[in-house]
């Protein structure tokens, strides 16, 4: 049987399948991604980038296969352990998902509360994340009232706030400028640089090129070259 | 930390006032209603001790007897079981007694020739034997006696209260389980429709790691409130008519004989207990349907 065995890698996948009904998102798929590495999922729209990170954080079940989170088999994880699991991981979604009736600081927040943190840690830890991301001017705001990429910045901050083992990125800079697409990459490598390991989905192949990371290309639902 | 989930809880309840203004309202009718009868039961009981307490029997002669024969009969009825004191009541002592009950008519008996009251004795019974079935018993005893013509303690009256007092009990049982259950299905059904409202907040916090019980903890903590405030809505509302009618009985006879009184301290939180048991109730069948997918 599987296990964890091996302690350098923190993600592990294999012969991952998903099937949404007759549609294939994800087929055979098999990784290794290890601790504090900074990785990119590369692929066009379609490919299957957003279905492959839900299944690490079980926003959705796989349909065959298995996958090992920081030592934790997916598949034999019991229910109440979920929250723990998510709590390895900071996810900037591809849609956001802030919640749209609370304030940027109290989305932001909320991942500390989860936590138990004190109020007076969570005022100081949220203030300085939304001051490096370029947000701390709209503390008070509620992200409809946002543009697109002030929210992805909220997004991204509100990842990151928790310190967490991995940083799942789908599309963190889709809708930014390429200048703040780059001050958002920078963010994310000095978490990298700081032992994270961060998991980047995207299509933008100019960051990816510039960067000189590594990439897991992925094409109709499976992993190329 | 716990202030963050009242902190919650109060904004929930605020998020949508009139949705759980209704709820409230529901709680406080059910209480109401449901303490209205209870109020009622509760005094209708204690009328019915007092009453029971204050009974005697009175044994009347069918015509007058020796002094003799009077000893006699006292003597055996103050041997019987359940027998405090027996007195001698004259027939005049008797007259007497209705005039000064009737005052101002007692002109009425002014004109009468001859006193048609008879003799008899007045029974006091012991505590201990106050009850409905032993006075039964005890009278069924004195009729026997030949020269006692009859017995009297209000049986019929007594035993028809009671049959009420009973059936009173048992539509009560039958009224709070109903509105029991409505009040259940009530907040349930609020608690649901919140729920519903907040679905995608509720997603989004499982996904950064939120545990149930962080997020189900203000929800139920909005039950509680809820049947507090609707509890004590309820009895306010119950108080104020109940004032008005105590009252006016005290005013109307005398309070000795009607000692009209409200929920004891320990009962009135008792109620409130049973009202935020209700919401804590409502709030987990919903949740447990809700989250546990
Ligand atoms: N819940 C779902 N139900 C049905 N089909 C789905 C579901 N989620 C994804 N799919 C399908 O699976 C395939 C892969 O979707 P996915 O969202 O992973 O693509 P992606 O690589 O993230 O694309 P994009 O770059 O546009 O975000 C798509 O064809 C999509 O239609
Ligand atoms: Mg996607």
Redesign the pocket.
């Known amino acids: 049987m599987i296990d964890g065995g091996d302690n350098s890698s923190i993600i592990r996948m294999f012969h991952v399948h998903k099937h949404?009904?007759s549609?294939k998102?994800?087929i055979n798929a098999t990784l290794d991604i290890h601790r504090n590495e900074f990785v990119f999922i590369c692929?066009?729209?379609?490919?299957?980038?957003?279905?492959?990170l839900?299944l690490l954080y079980l926003g959705?079940k796989v349909s065959a296969g298995q996958i090992i989170v920081d030592g934790i088999n997916l598949s034999r994880i019991p229910r109440k352990r979920i929250p723990f699991l998510r709590r390895k991981f900071g996810i900037i979604f591809?849609d956001y998902k802030l919640i749209s009736t609370k304030t940027v600081f109290e989305n932001i927040a909320l991942v500390l509360e989860v936590t138990r943190n004190t109020r007076r840690f969570i005022e100081k830890k949220v203030k300085s994340v939304l001051r490096t991301v370029g947000m701390e001017g709209r503390i008070n705001a509620y992200p409809p009232s946002l543009s697109g990429g002030e929210q992805q910045r909220v997004a991204v901050a509100r990842a990151v706030v928790g310190d967490p083992k991995v940083i799942l990125a789908?599309?963190p800079t889709g809708n930014l400028d390429a200048e703040s697409s780059h001050i958002i990459f920078d963010f994310l490598n000095q978490f990298y640089n700081r032992g994270a390991t961060v998991v980047i989905?995207t299509?933008d192949l100019n960051l990816v090129r510039k960067t000189k990371k590594s990439v897991i290309h992925?094409n109709q639902?499976q992993i190329v070259a | 930390m716990t202030s963050l989930f009242y902190k919650r809880a109060i904004e929930g309840i605020l998020e949508n006032k009139f949705l759980q203004g209704v709820t409230i309202l529901t709680f406080a009718l059910s209480i109401l209603i449901v303490c209205a009868y209870l109020l009622f039961f509760i005094n209708a009981n204690d009328f019915m001790n007092s009453w029971e307490k204050g009974i005697r029997i009175m044994a009347y002669f069918g015509s007058d007897q020796h002094q003799e024969e009077l000893e006699n009969v006292k003597r055996k009825i103050q041997k019987m079981p359940g027998v405090q004191s027996v007195r001698f009541i004259s027939k005049e002592e008797a007259l007497n007694r209705m005039k000064e009950k009737l005052k101002t008519q007692a002109s009425l008996l002014m004109d009468l020739k001859e006193n048609p009251l008879p003799d008899a004795f007045e029974v006091k019974i012991i505590a201990a034997s106050q009850r409905i079935g032993k006075i039964e018993n005890l009278a069924t005893q004195i009729k026997a006696i030949p020269s006692v013509d009859e017995v009297e303690y209000g049986r019929r009256w007594l035993n028809r209260f009671s049959n009420v007092l009973a059936l009173f009990r048992l539509t009560g049982y039958a009224l709070g389980g109903l509105f029991f259950m409505a009040t259940v299905f009530i907040v349930a059904n609020t608690i649901r429709l919140a729920l519903y409202s907040k679905r995608e907040e509720i997603e989004i916090m499982r996904l950064i790691g939120a545990t149930d019980r962080f997020i189900k903890i203000p929800f139920y903590i909005e039950g509680l409130i809820q049947g507090a405030l609707g509890g004590l809505i309820g009895l306010s509302l119950l108080f104020i008519p109940f004032k008005w009618i105590a009252t006016n009985i005290e005013h109307s006879f005398s309070s000795a004989l009607f000692p009209i009184r409200f929920f004891p301290l320990e009962v009135f939180l008792g109620i409130i207990i049973c009202s935020m048991f209700v919401g804590w109730l409502g709030c987990y069948l919903s949740l447990k349907q809700f989250l546990e997918v």
């Open positions: 949404y009904g549609k998102a994800l692929g066009p729209s379609g490919a299957g980038k957003t279905t492959l839900k959705d591809q789908d599309e989905a299509h992925l639902g």
